[in-house]
């Protein structure tokens, strides 16, 4: 049971360039979530999942998307990186929906991607 | 709309107590909270609902306002693992989807 994986664990790109952080799970959990995490400023939600086939923007979603076409999956897309999203990105995911029933709704994080973009 | 937390930042010696603060202005469904080592991935600590129901966690407990939109955080007789950030989420009532985090409190225990 490896959890949540996101790879790669660290990545360089130049600005303007396109790259995809992936997420995957192996609880079969239901909710996927993207946020970054920048000094001073917690974790911002990007982008969320409730399911296959099924996504939403969270707070901060320009310059990103994603996909959701597996359960097990969660790709972040960036298609034309800028110095702005230089950031340590998380993947977390939960068995249901973030508000629900105690216990269902505990998330686990991966354990992060750093990326710088000159 | 991120909730807000207080203090940023506390130094405690070992043993001392504290408290952290997270309100909303918007009305919750749900707070939780998770801590953060260096380095590290945020780890989940406790889920309140409304209602006002005080949760806990060996020696660290917790507290929903609903009334106020306020959450607070208690740790007591401080150790040495306890230090980290602390985030407080939140769900609005209506967006059970969207767990919003505040910016941290960084809690430093020294010996």
């Known amino acids: 049971n490896a959890g949540v994986t996101q790879t790669p664990k660290f990545q360089v790109l130049k600005t303007g360039q396109s790259m995809t952080l992936q997420c995957a799970q192996d609880m079969n959990h239901e909710y996927m979530s993207w946020y970054r995490q920048d000094p001073g400023m917690g974790l911002r939600l990007i982008h969320y999942s409730v399911g296959a086939g099924i996504t939403d923007q969270g707070e901060v979603p320009n310059g990103y998307n994603v996909s959701r076409s597996t359960t097990e999956d969660f790709p972040l897309r960036l298609l034309s990186a800028a110095p702005s999203q230089t950031s340590v990105y998380f993947c977390?995911?939960?068995?249901w929906g973030a508000g629900g029933s105690p216990g269902a709704n505990v998330l686990t994080f991966g354990a992060g991607s750093r990326l710088t973009v000159l | 709309q991120q909730p807000v937390q207080s203090p940023q930042a506390v130094i405690l010696r070992e043993g001392e107590d504290a408290v952290i603060n997270c309100s909303s202005s918007k009305a919750l469904y749900s707070v939780h909270w998770y801590r953060q080592k260096h380095g590290e991935a945020p780890v989940f600590l406790m889920i309140?609902?409304?209602?006002?129901e005080q949760k806990g966690h060996d020696k660290i407990s917790a507290s929903f306002n609903e009334k106020k939109q306020q959450s607070s955080l208690y740790l007591t007789a401080s150790q040495l693992s306890y230090s980290g950030t602390y985030f407080c989420g939140t769900v609005r009532g209506g967006s059970n989807y969207k767990l919003t985090f505040g910016k941290g409190t960084l809690l430093t225990v020294n010996p």
């Open positions: 309140l609902l409304k209602g006002g």
């Open positions: 977390a995911s939960s068995p």
